[in-house]
């Protein structure tokens, strides 16, 4: 009997609660980066891998030099005339893709031209972007802010900027904002408070205590979701 009811108030709490929870299922993912000397590349391939995501390679249809002090001055021209560098391909199936990570090198300070292209040549709306970036020393934050700037139509996640393509970091933050795959589900997938015994959550999922287990307080009478030691229960409090 107990086993019925405590089955019947699981049920109740899954059916009702918009928990914080991470995404159990994000939806197709695609990784679309521009990379000019491979740091980029090799790190939205590690997101790809993480993210069972597709990659596409925002590749120009006039290549940068190769040399690295006349690919600054071309970088900088577009910059200040505004360029839009023109891109190879499209995205094949753009509509089946509900979540675009948007990766690229910091160049002068901000995004490179050919970001703007691809921004401007797809419908973002409904879409979910991230962005991502590598980088020497300055100008992430920037870099980010302009990716979520120029895809007004879509909703953003927390982005990431690497130095020069380094992986770390990588992991948490994609955890972070549920683009793993496996992320847990249900009441599970509850987020808990390492530090302390018990954290418990109203049924709008808001945290309404954190602390010891055998002090909870709650504001009113009531069921709540009460996680604590990776157990998760919903409970009558
Ligand atoms: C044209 C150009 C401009 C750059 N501008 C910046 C900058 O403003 N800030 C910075 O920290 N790094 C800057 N860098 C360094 C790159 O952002 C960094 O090396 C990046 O990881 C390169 O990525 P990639 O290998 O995918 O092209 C610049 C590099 C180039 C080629």
């Known amino acids: 009997m107990k086993k019925l009811f405590l089955l019947a108030v699981t049920a109740a709490a899954a059916a009702l609660a918009p928990l914080p929870l991470r995404a159990a299922d994000p939806g197709r993912i695609l990784i679309a980066y521009f990379s000019w000397g491979g740091n980029t590349e090799s ?5 790809a891998a993480q993210t069972e995501g ?3 390679r925002i590749a120009p249809v006039v290549p940068y030099p190769s040399e690295y002090t006349p690919c600054t001055e071309v970088a900088l021209e577009e910059r200040d005339t505004d360029a839009r560098p023109e891109i190879k391909e499209r995205v094949a199936d753009w509509d ?8 690229c090198p910091v160049w002068w300070h901000e995004a490179p031209m050919i970001i703007h292209t691809f921004a401007e040549s797809y419908d973002f709306s409904g879409k ?12 992430r934050d920037e870099t980010l802010a302009k990716i979520v700037e120029i895809t007004p139509e879509a909703d953003h996640l927390e982005g990431f900027g690497s130095v020069n393509g380094r992986t770390t970091g990588v992991d948490e933050w994609l955890d972070r904002i549920g683009m793993l795959p496996g992320a847990s589900t249900g009441i599970d997938g509850v987020a808990t408070d390492g530090n302390s015994d018990v954290t418990v959550y109203d049924m709008a999922g808001n945290v309404v205590y954190v602390g010891s287990r055998s002090e909870v307080s709650v504001p009113q009478r009531g069921l709540y979701i009460m996680r604590g030691q990776l157990k998760t229960a919903a409970v009558i409090l």
Request: charged share 10%; with cysteine; aromatic share 24%.
């Open 43 to 47: 790190l939205a391939g590690y997101i």
């Open 54 to 56: 597709d990659l596409f």
């Open 96 to 103: 089946d893709y509900d979540v675009i990570f948007i990766g």
């Open 128 to 139: 979910t972007v991230v962005p991502f970036c590598t980088y020497a020393a300055t100008f």
